[in-house]
């Protein structure tokens, strides 16, 4: 007898990943593509859409090709992030991604200006940052007049998929939540005023909770994807609340931590925060809210580490940071490459390296990155919980949870726990998941229970408060000159840049 099954595909800044779940949680099969992200000047991040839907149908294909009965899909991806679409659904330009794209500083104080600063956290729980989509679409009608006239429709990277497997115009209430400052949290819907303002020709999507069923797959889906006609498809989110998802963490004290190409966390809390350092959102189940940051670089940094050494393989790389001492022997590192998010949001920070010697390694470079990283999550830590976000349980997923170094690390520095699940692929899991909930009773604590606990060393606790003191220092102390760097940056792309006749 041939077994049920449900497929989760998941977009990221880095690669897409699917994953075949049977609907008792047993992974049958998976499958991923890798991909680039576009930087044509500094503040500005993109990313071709037409490359997601590619690699969804290539991933598609690849888990039909399993003897399993497909049932439902869950599509899930990075944002918030913004694409605009002509009345057709025709692309118009490359998207926009989420926070690491910083291009829209101006229209962010224009809007604050106009709308008021304190009324846009009072509605949308969250102040204007280059985590907003609002400021990113008035950005396209000051700087690309022509593409802002044709637009009439909004998607994030999930809806896009959505559509094009269903043909259903649809956003999640979560995505649409850090849509700021278009959407209005106790109404649960957009709130026209404010749309209508910054956009006034488009389209609204009709909203849904990720797990509501978008539509089913056409026949034209079909024939590109492999899967079956009919099937439902639900309307999916943005990958961290999925990732929140697939490990189970959508109670209220709750914390899901993602290890990545960027690193996020979210805390789960009973009523909305209001927080200017942080995104107040909805949560992923209805009825619950969440307080989250995120940091614009974290596994991108050990990338970059990796390209500048040779691309020597990632194990041999953690071995020689595990070999450098705690302390990584007196370097610091500010992990802010591309900007920061929260809980400085400072788009002109930049990454700062301080301590380099003659007797400097690799490993010791690598193993500050990593500690750079626990640095940031402790700092968004702290800042959750003077917002009040109680923080009882922290649940770890995604890439960097492989190995144990990194998350040993990180509770190494912040002194809290971290639960391991079985299954940490993340964001694909948490789709399938909502697509099989669709089908059957299904409880995320038996798809991916519990199977490791990494405690923090607290002889180690003296050392890291004592270097998470001096993280916090540097920053503030070189701020007027990262800022005046990321000036020259920008004016110098803007001077080699070809002149238009």
């Avoid at 690390?409 to 909930?437: C, H, K, N, W, Y």
């Amino acid at each position: 007898m041939t077994r049920q099954a449900v497929i989760g595909i998941d977009i990221g800044t880095s690669s897409s990943k699917g994953v075949l779940v049977g609907l008792d949680g047993t992974v049958l099969a998976r499958a991923d593509r890798h991909h680039d992200v576009r930087r044509p000047q500094p503040g500005h991040v993109e990313m071709d859409a037409a490359i997601w839907w590619d690699e969804c149908c290539a991933i598609s294909r690849a888990l039909t090709s399993h003897d399993a009965e497909i049932v439902g899909v869950g599509v899930s991806g990075m944002g918030p992030c913004l694409v605009v679409t002509d009345a057709a659904g025709e692309v118009l330009r490359p998207a926009i991604l989420y926070g690491i794209d910083t291009r829209a500083t101006a229209q962010i104080e224009r809007l604050e200006a106009r709308l008021g600063a304190e009324a846009i956290v009072e509605r949308g729980h969250a102040r204007l940052t280059s985590q907003a989509v609002g400021p990113k679409l008035a950005w396209i009608a000051d700087e690309e007049p022509a593409v802002f006239a044709r637009t009439r429709r909004l998607f994030m990277t999930s809806s896009w998929l959505a559509w094009k497997l269903t043909g259903s115009y649809v956003l999640d209430h979560t995505s649409a939540s850090q849509a700021w400052p278009l959407y209005d949290v106790a109404a649960g819907a957009w709130y026209a005023p404010w749309a209508d303002d910054i956009a006034p020709e488009l389209e609204w999507p009709t909203l849904m909770w990720p797990g509501d069923i978008a539509g089913t797959v056409t026949k034209t889906a079909a024939a590109r994807t492999g899967l079956p006609t009919g099937i439902p498809v639900v309307a999916g989110t943005i990958d961290a609340w999925s990732e929140s998802v697939s490990v189970g963490a959508t109670r209220p004290g709750d914390l899901m931590l993602m290890y990545g190409t960027t690193m996020f966390l979210i805390a789960v809390v009973e009523q909305p925060i209001h927080s200017p350092s942080l995104w107040g959102t909805v949560g992923a189940l209805p009825g619950t809210f969440s307080l989250a940051g995120g940091m614009a670089t974290s596994g991108a940094i050990t990338s970059w580490l990796r390209e500048l050494f040779g691309s020597p393989d990632y194990a041999e790389l953690l071995a020689l940071a595990d070999a450098s001492r705690p302390g990584a022997n007196g370097l610091l590192l500010l992990p802010y490459f591309a900007g920061e998010r929260t809980p400085i949001q400072d788009p002109d920070a930049r990454g700062l390296i301080v301590g380099l010697s003659m007797d400097t390694t690799r490993g010791d470079l690598y193993r500050a990155a990593l500690e750079a990283t626990a640095f940031g999550v402790r700092h968004n830590v702290d800042a959750m919980r003077a917002a009040g976000a109680p923080i009882d349980r922290i649940v770890a997923v995604g890439g960097g949870t492989q190995g144990e170094l990194w998350t040993r690390i990180v509770s190494d520095v912040t002194g809290l726990e971290q639960v391991i699940p079985r299954e940490t692929i993340g964001a694909s899991f948490g789709a399938a998941f909502l697509a099989a909930s669709t089908q059957v009773e299904v409880d995320i604590d038996e798809w991916n229970p519990p199977v490791a606990l990494r405690r923090p060393d607290p002889a180690l606790a003296a050392r890291y408060d004592e270097a998470y003191g001096l993280y916090l220092d540097l920053y503030p102390a070189t701020r007027t000159v990262a800022h005046a760097l990321a000036t020259n940056q920008r004016a110098s792309v803007a001077a080699a840049a070809p002149r238009r006749s």
